[in-house]
């Protein structure tokens, strides 16, 4: 008789990858609470809050970084939210000639290597004499941001009936009050979800960063230059723990607000 149950063997190849995935992941918060500085022993000598204190309290330099990773995210964010509801709404609802050679365009910077996108980025910003700063790092982050939010907003449009648009028309609305009260609210889960997401991947962001910084440092460049200081490890740790939660926050809001998408005007019989 056949069984719907998994078979012993499905469950510890299922449990075995998630060890893999996210053990390291554990590490991380262990050795937060270390009370050796330099290595990574196991198991750790004592666990102590004292690299929590160093990190927010003694360490100055984390501020900056900070600051400006929050700052790019926010602006790259905006823009992404823009531009890719914008280029959603053409390549969902219009149709001309090169349509899809178009949308393959707008996705292929997120399936292009990061170091091929900062190279080509810094080559740009080199060849039109643009000096590095904070601009340069939100362009750079705004290729990949755009994409995230396209997919969204692109993926709950096409769900959506054509005849709700004709209707609002029909009605006697502008395509103001008809993008206000028929399309937004319609599209809006789906836009915070890919703002929320294009957030979390600006704010750890380390290759296309690293191409278009010049000599600013966001958080996660920071981080990386610490990790070869021995006895810096622990508080390294404490902030990677705070873009743990700055990127993780954002992708479970952006899961809980898109697995019900299907709900969408239009859908119903």
């Known amino acids: 008789m056949h069984s719907d149950r998994p078979s012993l063997l499905l469950k510890i190849t299922a449990i075995g990858g998630l060890l893999f995935l996210h053990l390291p992941i554990l590490f991380i918060f262990l050795y937060a609470f270390t009370t050796e500085e330099r290595t990574y022993q196991f198991p750790p000598p004592g666990l102590t809050l004292k690299w929590f204190s160093v990190a927010w309290f003694d360490r100055p330099d984390i501020w900056p970084p900070l600051y400006l990773s929050l700052k790019v995210a926010a602006i790259a964010t905006v823009m992404a939210m823009i531009l890719g509801t914008l280029a959603a709404a053409a390549m969902s609802r219009a149709r001309f000639f090169g349509?899809?050679?178009?949308?393959?365009?707008?996705?292929?910077?997120?399936?292009?290597?990061?170091?091929?996108?900062?190279?080509?980025?810094?080559?740009?910003?080199?060849?039109?004499?643009?000096?590095?700063?904070?601009?340069?790092?939100?362009?750079?982050?705004?290729?990949?941001?755009?994409?995230?939010?396209?997919?969204?907003?692109?993926?709950?449009?096409?769900?959506?009936?054509?005849?709700?648009?004709?209707?609002?028309?029909?009605?006697?609305?502008?395509?103001?009050?008809?993008?206000?009260?028929?399309?937004?609210?319609?599209?809006?889960?789906?836009?915070?979800?890919?703002?929320?997401?294009?957030?979390?991947?600006?704010?750890?962001?380390?290759?296309?960063?690293?191409?278009?910084?010049?000599?600013?440092?966001?958080?996660?460049?920071?981080?990386?230059?610490?990790?070869?200081?021995?006895?810096?490890?622990?508080?390294?740790?404490?902030?990677?723990?705070?873009?743990?939660a700055a990127t993780f926050v954002p992708i479970l809001i952006a899961y809980y607000l898109t697995r019900g998408g299907s709900e969408t005007a239009g859908m119903g019989k």
């Open 99 to 244: 349509r899809d050679q178009l949308s393959l365009l707008i996705i292929l910077p997120i399936a292009l290597p990061g170091v091929i996108t900062g190279m080509s980025l810094r080559s740009a910003f080199g060849i039109m004499d643009i000096p590095f700063s904070t601009w340069t790092i939100v362009l750079g982050h705004a290729t990949f941001c755009i994409v995230i939010v396209y997919n969204n907003a692109v993926a709950r449009m096409r769900r959506l009936s054509g005849g709700i648009m004709e209707a609002s028309a029909d009605l006697g609305a502008n395509a103001f009050q008809t993008f206000r009260y028929v399309l937004l609210p319609n599209l809006g889960s789906a836009l915070l979800a890919g703002g929320m997401l294009a957030f979390a991947l600006s704010f750890d962001e380390v290759i296309v960063t690293t191409f278009t910084a010049g000599q600013q440092s966001t958080l996660p460049i920071w981080m990386l230059n610490e990790l070869v200081r021995p006895r810096q490890r622990p508080v390294t740790n404490v902030v990677a723990i705070v873009v743990f």
